[in-house]
């Protein structure tokens, strides 16, 4: 597997950038969303936020591709790339993420407190058509009567659920705006020129003594696999760092212990296990491109990874955003002058979701330890 399969991979995942970007633009750049801030504004058109989706998915495999292979690539195109296409993929990223932390949490002070006193989540791309085609948007699920022992819960459930809607809600306006701005800035439109050019020719790094005679230095086939168990061995150590052991129980209870402290800071234990989750999307970006272009140019990378590595990193996502959601309980049980019944209920809504890292790490280690399986 030479670099031909390399650069044919970088091609495909820069072909499917520019598709994206042009979906976008033929959606109206996001002009359904125009009035994100309101109490009535409507959710972003599907078409905008597939195309949104595809833009940082394609943005993702070129940016961890570069710091795969880099060594097979010219040094300063892919050290000038990476940085503009992670600044890219984290700002699309907001909008959706705040969207999703405020639906996760809604949802969970529901099941919690049985209350439909709070605002419903509203829908957001393609995690809630299922339920939009099921339940009319701005209405409540029914919910089921509290019971007794929930009395004190379901008194602050509803304004909980009203400063979360209240404070997502802007910074995911905020997000919008942002990615808007980023999306029409000239930042924006030079990674797009540079993408175009991948599209087409990719910067390979040159022999190290090229013919004295040629016009051009040639670009010296050389073998990917090395790189890519590099990456393997990279996620190896970072997963033999974790502690599984503890992971072994759905429920660690030292790590809660200091996931409940007061404490504003993220959880210590927290750090390891997204550092984990970068070094798995890595690999998996690797096996793409030692499988070839044809195998991910239509983006979806699960004819090519063995299931095991699907449901770590299904696992690694919960864990992630139940950690993020956690956070924002806590963040939102900090604003002053807030009633005690409305912070108890954020205490547990925090607790819920520190529980809930828990289970997502106790599904990763029962995953990781199972013998790989390859998909047809």
Request: net charge positive; aromatic share 4%.
């Amino acid at each position: 597997m030479d670099t031909h399969a390399l650069a044919d991979y970088l091609r495909a995942q820069a072909t499917e950038f520019l598709r994206a970007l042009r979906r976008h633009r033929e959606s109206g750049a996001g002009a359904g969303a125009s009035g994100a801030g309101g109490p009535g504004r409507t959710a972003p058109p599907a078409d905008d936020v597939d195309a949104v989706r595809a833009l940082r998915r394609a943005a993702r495999r070129i940016s961890g591709t570069l710091h795969t292979f880099q060594p097979l690539l010219d040094a300063s195109w892919a050290e000038e790339m990476r940085p503009e296409l992670a600044w890219l993929s984290g700002t699309l990223a907001m909008e959706q993420a705040y969207a999703s932390r405020l639906e996760r949490l809604l949802q969970a002070l529901h099941r919690l407190s049985g209350s439909s006193a709070f605002p419903a989540p509203r829908p957001v791309g393609r995690t809630t058509a299922a339920t939009a085609a099921t339940v009319p948007t701005g209405v409540p699920a029914p919910a089921r009567p509290a019971a007794p022992d929930r009395g004190n819960l379901t008194v602050g459930a509803a304004k909980a659920g009203a400063l979360l809607d209240r404070q997502l809600t802007l910074a995911r306006t905020r997000a919008h705006s942002t990615a808007l701005q980023a999306l029409g800035s000239s930042r924006f439109h030079a990674v797009a020129d540079k993408v175009a050019l991948l599209a087409s020719e990719v910067p390979l790094r040159a022999t190290a003594h090229p013919n004295r005679g040629a016009t051009a230095p040639e670009a010296t086939p050389c073998d990917l696999r090395p790189l890519a168990a590099a990456a393997e061995e990279r996620l190896a150590d970072a997963v033999a760092a974790l502690p599984l052991v503890a992971a072994g129980s759905p429920y660690n209870a030292q790590a809660l212990v200091h996931g409940l402290s007061p404490d504003p800071a993220p959880h210590p234990q927290d750090a390891p296990w997204h550092q984990v989750r970068l070094l798995l999307r890595l690999h998996r970006y690797a096996l793409e491109a030692l499988a070839g272009a044809d195998a991910a140019s239509a983006g979806d990378p699960g004819d090519v990874v063995d299931v095991r590595l699907l449901a770590a990193g299904e696992a690694l996502d919960r864990h992630r955003d139940a950690s993020e959601a956690a956070a924002a309980a806590a963040q939102a049980a900090r604003t002053p002058r807030i009633a005690p019944a409305t912070a108890y209920a954020l205490g547990v809504l925090h607790a819920d979701q520190r529980h809930e890292v828990e289970a997502a790490r106790y599904a990763f280690q029962h995953s990781w330890r199972k013998e790989p399986i390859r998909l047809p």
